[in-house]
């Protein structure tokens, strides 16, 4: 049989009694990193054997771990930390493990995606999962409209080494006033959550840069606001105060960023 086994994604006691039991008695693990799972069980005292499964030999894996369940072992698959398959290798695995008939089954446990949403504070009822910010420009634009477009809560990662970028470019293309959530070190002894709007972002994270460590998990929702201003109000508030008052004035009405305020106004000649 096929298990595919939920692991602790930083607090090591937050594993299953089922997962133990399951690591324990079959016969291969397949995991990402040997070391990191190596460690995981060697503290559980788990001697079963374990075998490298990545991105990069998942396709040679296929055939070999196929014929291991056909002569009747049992084998798990691991990430290093948390559900596998979620933005891991093994998909292409378990799709062929399911079309040769041989029997597959989850032992669910913890997930930073779920945990970062249950701590985000923002709604839980619709979301999806985005796997990481892209790296590029102009698919950091088609990501950030595709979270605009679902209207739901999305959820994403991003590495420490790109995590104030990736913060500055959500600044510059969204509402400034929309929630945002930024979970670290999940579960672990420096479990650090932010919470804000993106116009606090710079308040919230006080690390300095050379000690920001361990991956970022970001909850956002974005409510675009699609009323358009009143030109008459917008005419009446140029007629009585400077522009960035003006624009101070509107950007608090309409809940848009002041930059936003100022394309609107009518062009000077």
Do not use: W
Request: aromatic letters at 6%.
């Amino acid at each position: 049989m096929f298990y595919i086994v939920a692991t602790p994604i930083g607090n090591s006691k937050d594993i299953s009694f089922r997962a133990v039991e399951i690591l324990k008695k079959v016969d291969f693990i397949l995991c990402e990193d040997t070391r990191i799972t190596g460690k995981l069980i060697a503290e559980l005292n788990i001697t079963s054997h374990l075998l490298k499964l990545n991105d990069h030999n998942e396709d040679s894996m296929i055939k070999k771990v196929v014929s291991l369940l056909e002569e009747g072992k049992d084998i798990a698959l691991v990430s290093d930390a948390g559900m596998p398959l979620i933005n891991d290798p093994g998909f292409a695995l378990v799709r062929d493990i399911i079309k040769s008939k041989h029997l597959v089954t989850s032992i669910p446990g913890p997930s930073s995606i779920l945990t970062a949403l249950q701590l985000s504070g923002i709604s839980t009822n619709e979301f999806c999962f985005l796997g990481y910010f892209p790296r590029k420009a102009n698919k950091q634009i088609e990501f950030i409209k595709k979270i605009k477009q679902i209207g739901m809560t999305a959820i994403f990662f991003e590495s420490p080494k790109r995590i104030i970028n990736t913060l500055n470019v959500l600044k510059e293309n969204i509402n400034e006033n929309n929630e945002i959530a930024i979970a670290r070190e999940l579960t672990k002894k420096h479990e650090s959550l932010y919470r804000g709007t993106l116009n606090q972002i710079d308040n919230l994270i006080t690390i300095p840069k050379n000690e920001i460590k361990g991956e970022f998990t970001i909850t956002i929702k974005i409510i675009e606001k699609p009323e358009e201003i009143d030109l008459g109000l917008q005419k009446d508030l140029l007629s009585i105060l400077n522009k960035g008052d003006a624009a101070k004035v509107l950007s608090k009405l309409y809940k848009l960023p002041k930059r936003e305020i100022y394309k609107k106004f009518p062009k000077q000649n």
